[in-house]
């Protein structure tokens, strides 16, 4: 499966920002979807899952109550919500995708990835 992620960008503390992961070339509603996200300096880190058919998330510790993973299998697409970001969230946000219904937290578990898209958040 093709992922592409869109919807970064430059925003102020405070605001929100929704990314979307779009998918090509395979049934994505076999496939469950991860965000990571990577900054300056740091290793790329879990952010948030979702199962194959939407009833199950996962998130980091970081990032919840304030970011929401969701999808749309007719469409193939997901998304990420992101509200009240902080300038901690800057970073190179990815989506990821793996065939299998099961939850994980771990970037290895996942083979087929999109190219990032980046997200600032200023103080």
């Known amino acids: 499966v093709q992922l592409q992620a869109s919807g970064g960008g430059l925003v102020q503390a405070g605001e929100s920002l929704r990314l979307s992961c779009s998918a090509s070339?395979?049934?994505?509603?076999?496939?469950?979807v991860g965000w990571f996200r990577q900054a300056p300096g740091r290793e790329r880190e879990f952010v948030a899952s979702?199962?194959?058919?939407?009833?199950?998330?996962r998130y980091a510790d970081s990032v919840k109550g304030r970011f929401t993973a969701s999808r749309d299998n007719a469409r193939e697409m997901g998304y990420l919500q992101m509200n009240n970001l902080t300038p901690e969230d800057t970073a190179i946000y990815y989506c990821?995708?793996?065939?299998?219904?099961?939850?994980?937290?771990?970037?290895?578990?996942?083979?087929?990835w999109g190219q990032g898209t980046l997200v600032t958040v200023s103080s």
């Open positions: 070339g395979r049934t994505f509603e076999n496939y469950s």
């Open positions: 979702i199962n194959s058919s939407g009833d199950m998330r």
């Open positions: 990821a995708a793996r065939s299998t219904a099961f939850l994980t937290t771990s970037a290895n578990a996942f083979p087929f």
